[in-house]
């Protein structure tokens, strides 16, 4: 049992170029999240899923798009990476069944110059 | 939307000492987290708790609903307990399917 699992562990992307950060968990939880984590700030939420083909926005989304195609994966997709896109992304799920405990993938962090 | 506050953001003590971390929320939530982050950036889950008081060894959370308030508590430190401490609360009222807010984390470092 990995739980959640993350790749790249880093990444050095150039202005206006496109990634896709990979995230899977092998839990079968229906709810998995993407998170970033910015120095001197508290996790920010930018995409979440509650199931497969299901997905919405949360409080950072601008300049990332989602997919949902199965239970066990969630990528996250930047598209013409900036500056302000440096962070240490990390992907979570948790269970629908009461105690929404995360679980937290190791993270990618992600530098673009 | 749940704003998260936490205090003292850096704490330093020497080893055996009791700690303190304290945490602020905004709306009612059906459950608080406390998450650690270790210095090689890994994030657990140490506690939820929806009220009265958890213990996982030496470390111990407690909560007041009424004034929306959670404590971390460490007792008998040792440099090893040295990480971020983070809470989280569920975005809105209820449960927190659709996210957490987080606080900004306590840097504690624990010194021998």
Redesign the interface.
């Known amino acids: 049992n990995a739980g959640v699992t993350q790749t790249p562990k880093f990444r050095i992307l150039k202005i206006g170029q496109s990634m896709t950060l990979q995230c899977t968990q092998d839990m079968n939880h229906n709810y998995m999240y993407w998170y970033r984590q910015d120095p001197g700030m508290g996790l920010k939420l930018i995409y979440y899923s509650v199931g497969a083909g299901i997905t919405d926005k949360g409080e950072v989304p601008n300049g990332y798009n989602v997919s949902r195609s199965t239970t066990e994966d969630f990528p996250l997709r930047l598209e013409l990476a900036a500056p302000s896109q440096t962070s240490v992304y990390f992907c979570a799920s948790t269970s629908d069944r009461g105690t929404y405990e995360q679980y937290f993938g190791p993270g990618t962090r992600l530098t673009v110059t | 939307k749940n704003e998260?506050e936490q205090s003292p953001q850096n704490l330093t003590a020497q080893e055996g000492e009791f700690i303190t971390i304290n945490c602020s929320y905004s709306v009612g939530i059906s459950?608080l987290?406390w998450?650690q982050q270790h210095p090689g950036?890994?994030?657990?889950?140490l506690f939820?708790l929806s009220s009265g008081k958890k213990k996982h060894g030496r470390l111990i959370a407690t909560i007041n609903i009424q004034e929306k308030h959670s404590s971390l508590h460490i007792t008998a430190s040792h440099p090893r307990d040295s990480a971020v401490y983070?809470c989280?609360a569920?975005?809105y009222s209820g449960?927190?399917?659709?996210?957490?807010?987080?606080?900004?984390?306590t840097h504690l470092i624990i010194q021998p």
């Not at chain 2, 950036?41 to 889950?45: A, F, M, Q, T």
């Open positions: 998260v459950a987290h998450l950036g890994g994030i657990v889950s939820m983070i989280a569920p975005k449960g927190g399917a659709d996210g957490l807010t987080f606080g900004k984390g």
